[in-house]
């Protein structure tokens, strides 16, 4: 698979305002174990690969478990996620899948028993964005970098 584009040099001025949203979210004191794990569950359902290749290394950098991530795609059946985390990935699917039935009122309570409307909106925006980084990733075909990503 070839690149199609540099988006970052094709509009810089849109791509240094995405890493705002990131860098916004990356600061908003959401858990980085947890923005990890929303980013690889959206990249998952959109099949973007230059994502999953960066975000479950950082992940595992961070000092997530492999087995975590390997059940994040059945973490309805898995046990290993908490309560926060299956709020949060409950919300990141409703929000990456919003045509399939828009975001059912079942899982904005659960994600409001967990969430303070701070974190919510911050966890909106972390969603919000690696759909956008994913969208940019898999348009312009970037390709991971497989060996970069896994030291």
């Known amino acids: 698979m070839n690149a199609r584009m540099d988006v970052a040099k094709a509009a ?19 858990e980085h174990s947890l923005l990890e ?8 359902i959109n099949g973007c690969a230059f994502c ?3 975000h479950t290394a950082d992940a595992r950098k961070a000092g997530e478990s492999e087995v ?10 898995s046990p290993v996620y908490s309560e926060r ?4 990935l409950a919300w990141t ?15 904005y ?3 409001r028993r967990q969430f303070s409307d701070e974190d919510l909106a911050n ?14 990733a898999i348009s312009s075909r970037t390709v991971p970098n497989v060996a970069q990503h896994n030291k």
């Open 12 to 30: 810089p001025a849109a791509y240094k305002a995405m890493l705002g949203l990131h860098n916004a979210v990356e600061k908003s004191g959401l």
């Open 85 to 88: 985390e299956r709020a949060a």
């Open 123 to 136: 966890l909106t925006m972390a969603i919000v964005t690696i759909n956008g980084w994913n969208r940019i």
């Open 37 to 44: 794990l929303i980013k690889t569950r959206a990249s998952q």
């Open 109 to 111: 309570e659960e994600a």
């Open 68 to 77: 975590r991530l390997y059940l994040l795609d059945a973490w309805r059946e």
């Open 93 to 107: 699917e409703a929000l990456t899948l919003i045509t399939e039935g828009h975001v059912p009122d079942e899982v």
């Open 52 to 54: 999953l290749a960066m």
